[in-house]
Every structure is written in structure tokens, then in C-alpha cells.
């Protein structure tokens, strides 16, 4: 009967304009599930990865934002820009409703968290992708992850010491938090004139880092939106986005700073993959929420910085 209910809440959620502007929002399974939920549909993951096969079956295809095929552009430029949203024309709202998705649920074991922490794999990040015994501790790193299933939010993954909040659906203040990423991506697609949809939600607290990767089975321009609980007091730590130039095969260290929108490209092909990592190294809390944004999207932004 579960998978019978998780049909009919695919067919309502297709007709619907509501139900498809939240679902641009959507960038985990369990989210999926929680809207189900408020409707009225009880189903779980399986049920859901069942229900979902036999829709595509009978009309079309069917993805979240996390399975929607991005197209790629075989002879794109590697590119990357930062801005302050501060300084961004018409980025007012989008700003204020910023602080809306900047949550640290209730629901998130940090005492586990902390305790994940691995220096070692902080290091890591000081490793250049180019390296020639990078592919073994990269091999090494990622072993945690594909021995675990993609749901477990326990801090077993090393790759990912920071928290994903869309996995977190039970906690006091998610239906705040979810009605919030909707209108942020109705006032995003306002800004840019061209759909949006989520691509990650993230909250890094203190000592928190996403290791070296690329992204590349989602190709196209990706947006995020970054900012911090407070500014960085002390100058022996930092708070930095790492990538390696795919040509030049370079390392580049960007410093953070609070209301930082940045835009990078994700490419498919294996010389112009896009090896980057994350590591907020202080006391602060860190938010990061990305955005999969159109081809045009610079010719909505007054100036390249």
C-alpha cells in the first residue's frame, strides 16, 4: 500500500506548480519523504526508489534536484568569480532570507561530531590533486563512504566531516527551514530570470572541511551562497576554498569572508575536472547553500571581481 500511496503523491506532485517549486528545494531522499508526509503519504526510501521506477515507466522521467541530469558543454572554459552579495543589486531579500536557512538543528549529535574529527584527513587538504600518491590516500579517504549507505548522517563518511541539513527532517525548526528554501528559490529565479534548484545545504561548524573533490557527475554552473555566525577574530585561524586550476594544474587558496556569493563551473571531462575542497579551521559557524544556476547567470551581476 506504501508504494501504491508513493505513486499517487508522484502523480499529484507533477501536476502540481506548488508542489514542483518546492520540490527545486529538495536536494535529499528524506526531505522527498517529509513532504510526502504533510500531505498525507506515508512511505519510506524504498517504496519511494520503487514508486518512482514505475512512474518513469508509465509517464516519463522523474528526478529531485539531486538526480536531474545537468547537460554539459564540451567546449566551455574553466571559470571561477567571487562577489560580495552586499554589493549585489537587488540581492537585499535574497540576503535577509539567508539568515533564515543559516539552522543548527537540535537533531545533529555534535559530541559525535567532534569526536569524527581526523587531523590527518585535515591535512589532506594541503595535498595537491596532481600529486603522485594522491590517488592512493584518495582511495584511502573514500573507502568510509562507499561502505556506508548515502542516508547515515552519523559522521562515518571522512571525506564529509560537516553536516548536511536537508538530511535532518525530524528537528523542531525543518518546516521553517524548508518553507524558507522554497521562497529562496523564488526569489533567485526573480533575480536571475531562469529556473533554480538546490544543489546542497550545508553547515559546517568549528574545525569542519569537505575534502578534495569534483562534482562531476553534476556538470554545469554551480552558485553558493556563504556566509558565517560571526567574523573571524583570530588571525592564526582561517576559513578557505581550495581548487586546483585543471590547466595549469596550480593551487589556488581563497580566503572567506561572511555574505560571499561564489560561482564555479563543474566539468565531465578529465582534464578539466574541477578538484576542490573546503576547510573552516576556526570557532565560527560556517553555512554554505548551492544553487544549480543558468548558463547566463554573469549577465545578471554589474561587475566581475
Not at 121 to 140: H, I, L, N, V
Not at 271 to 290: A, E
Not at 293 to 299: H, Q, R
Request: hydrophobic content about 35%.
Amino acid at each position: 500500500m506504501s508504494i501504491e500511496y508513493c505513486v499517487n503523491f508522484l502523480q499529484e506532485m507533477v501536476s502540481s506548480n506548488e508542489l514542483k517549486q518546492q520540490m527545486k528545494a529538495v536536494t535529499d531522499t528524506k526531505e522527498v519523504i517529509a513532504i510526502g508526509k504533510r500531505l498525507g503519504y506515508i512511505f519510506d526510501t524504498q517504496d519511494l526508489a520503487a514508486a518512482s521506477a514505475s512512474f518513469s515507466e508509465e509517464s516519463g522521467s522523474l528526478g529531485t534536484a539531486s538526480q536531474a541530469k545537468q547537460t554539459s558543454c564540451p567546449n566551455s572554459a574553466f571559470y571561477h568569480y567571487e562577489f560580495d552579495m552586499q554589493q549585489i543589486p537587488g540581492f537585499q531579500e535574497i540576503i535577509r532570507e539567508l539568515n533564515n536557512l543559516k539552522i543548527k538543528p537540535s537533531t545533529v549529535d555534535l559530541s559525535l561530531y567532534e569526536k569524527s574529527f581526523r587531523e590527518d584527513d585535515f591535512q589532506f587538504t594541503s595535498m595537491s590533486p596532481a600529486a603522485p600518491d594522491f590517488g592512493r590516500r584518495y582511495q584511502e579517504v573514500m573507502q568510509s563512504h562507499w561502505q556506508h549507505s548515502l542516508g547515515e548522517h552519523d559522521f562515518s563518511r571522512r571525506d564529509f566531516h560537516l553536516v548536511n541539513l536537508d538530511q535532518h527532517v525530524e528537528h523542531p525548526l525543518y518546516n521553517q527551514y524548508f518553507q524558507a528554501k522554497t521562497r529562496m528559490i523564488s526569489l533567485l529565479e526573480g533575480f536571475f530570470g531562469s529556473e533554480i534548484r538546490f544543489s546542497g545545504s550545508l553547515w559546517y561548524p568549528p574545525l569542519s572541511y569537505r575534502l578534495w573533490h569534483t562534482n562531476e557527475t553534476q556538470s554545469g554552473w554551480r552558485m553558493y551562497l556563504i556566509d558565517f555566525d560571526e567574523p573571524n577574530g583570530d588571525p592564526g585561524s582561517t576559513s578557505f576554498f581550495r581548487y586546483m586550476n585543471p590547466e595549469s594544474k596550480e593551487i589556488i587558496t581563497l580566503e572567506e569572508r561572511p555574505k560571499l556569493a561564489r560561482f564555479f563551473k563543474i566539468e565531465q571531462e578529465k582534464d578539466k575536472l574541477f578538484w576542490h575542497c573546503i576547510v573552516n579551521g576556526t570557532m565560527r559557524n560556517r553555512w554554505s547553500f548551492g544553487f544549480v544556476v543558468p548558463e547566463n547567470w554573469i549577465d545578471k551581476l554589474p561587475y566581475k571581481s
